[in-house]
């Protein structure tokens, strides 16, 4: 799909050990044969050491020519060094297919920061 284009921005705050976070993403064109999309999403964390962080986030896909879902995710995040961070990570929606749900997943993965 050539036309796709898509348009995003981000507040976030942090407030001592606190973190808060508003994503919003919107597309005249989507990808295949889904239109237009709105999704926004909220995120929330906590700084439990310099090292260690929790983050849950919610958030909502408003859709042309595909079904809308709401989806949210909750982990943690651990730095092994500046660059180097392990997160652990669960993820679930609300949408489906055909009358089948689709499956949570957990998620760890590896991040490198260069």
Same mark, same amino acid.
């Given at each position: 799909?050539?036309?796709? @284009?898509?348009?995003?921005? %981000?507040? &976030? /705050? ?9 994503? !919003?993403?919107? &597309?005249?064109? =989507?990808?295949?044969?889904? +239109?237009?999309?709105?999704? !926004?999403?909220? *995120?929330?964390?906590? &700084?439990?050491?310099? /090292?260690?962080?929790?983050? @849950?986030?919610?958030? /909502? *896909? +408003?859709?042309? %020519? ?17 660059? #180097?961070?392990?997160?652990? *990570? ?6 489906? =297919? +055909? ?6 997943? #957990? @998620?760890? =993965? @590896?991040?490198?920061?260069?």
């Amino acid at each position: 799909d050539n036309d796709t @284009v898509e348009f995003g921005a %981000n507040i &976030s /705050r942090a407030v001592g050990p606190a973190k808060a976070r508003l994503q !919003v993403q919107y &597309s005249p064109d =989507s990808a295949g044969s889904t +239109e237009a999309f709105t999704w !926004v999403e909220g *995120r929330v964390g906590w &700084s439990f050491t310099n /090292r260690l962080d929790a983050t @849950v986030a919610l958030g /909502r *896909r +408003e859709q042309d %020519n595909a079904p809308d879902y709401t989806a949210w995710n909750a982990g943690v995040t651990y730095a092994l060094t500046d660059a #180097l961070e392990l997160d652990l *990570r669960y993820y679930d929606t609300d949408a489906n =297919s +055909e009358g089948e749900q689709y499956e949570e997943a #957990l @998620v760890a =993965s @590896v991040n490198y920061a260069f």
